[in-house]
């Protein structure tokens, strides 16, 4: 079965840092175009991270600089390295494959606050 | 502008037939991908392309496209059908990706 489970979210301080990860089964992450989408709560979807099949990776404006796209290929798995944590960054974040997004994980809840 | 504009919401009559639009200046170049969400639910792929449904999507659900607007049609609307709806595409430069930001389906 194709499939994405994300894990690694939680309550964290602002100007702190936490590593999502994104573990697929049913298909290869390093050969498909992978991306990361959050949703603030109540708010709409925003484009966050991509990382092409050839390692190139494009950030959205908002996380340029603090947020760090990167995948491991034994193990499969997507990662989104989050630095300098803002109240604004809160979201539920997804993993999705493709640059369609055709498989989507469940999501995994990052919430910044003091 | 690599921006996608929908219409915060739009209802229709069970069994009828609604068009949910997406515009934006990226969709002269790319094609829209179309996006269904349910609540406390990651959204499902139900349209990309020119007018491709991954499997298990009901065949009420198409695509189009002309100039600067993306479509999506529902013909015969079903009450489980109600949901946000996000359309996206490539940006400007090709390599990032934007989305609309939601059309709120209300099915009567």
């Known amino acids: 079965e194709v499939q994405l489970v994300e894990s690694g979210g939680g309550l964290i301080q602002p100007g702190g840092s936490l590593r999502l990860s994104c573990a697929a089964s049913?298909?290869?992450?390093?050969?498909?175009?992978m991306s990361w989408v959050r949703q603030a709560p109540g708010k709409g979807l925003e484009w966050v991270s991509v990382?092409?099949?050839?390692?190139?990776?494009y950030y959205a404006d908002s996380v340029k600089g603090r947020f760090t796209i990167s995948r491991d290929n034994s193990k499969n798995t997507l990662y989104l390295q989050m630095n300098s944590l803002r109240a604004e960054d809160t979201a539920v974040y997804y993993c999705?494959?493709?640059?369609?997004?055709?498989?989507w994980g469940q999501g995994t809840m990052v919430t910044v606050s003091s | 502008s690599s921006e996608l504009t929908q219409d915060p919401a739009v209802s229709v009559a069970l069994g009828q037939t609604v068009r949910i639009t997406c515009q934006g200046d990226?969709?002269?170049?790319?094609?829209a991908s179309w996006y269904q969400q349910k609540p406390g639910q990651a959204p499902v792929l139900v349209i990309y392309?020119?007018?491709n449904r991954p499997s298990g999507i009901p065949d009420r659900f198409s695509g189009s496209s002309s100039g600067n607007t993306a479509s999506l049609t529902i013909t015969g609307a079903q009450a489980e059908d109600e949901a946000d709806y996000y359309c996206?595409?490539?940006?400007?430069?090709?390599?990032?990706?934007?989305f609309g930001g939601g059309t709120k389906l209300t099915v009567l």
């Open positions: 990226s969709l002269r170049t790319y094609y």
């Open positions: 996206n595409s490539r940006d400007s430069s090709g390599n990032h990706l934007v």
């Open positions: 392309g020119k007018n």
């Open positions: 049913g298909f290869t992450v390093s050969s498909n175009y």
């Open positions: 999705a494959r493709d640059y369609r997004l055709d498989i």
């Open positions: 990382i092409y099949s050839g390692g190139s990776t």
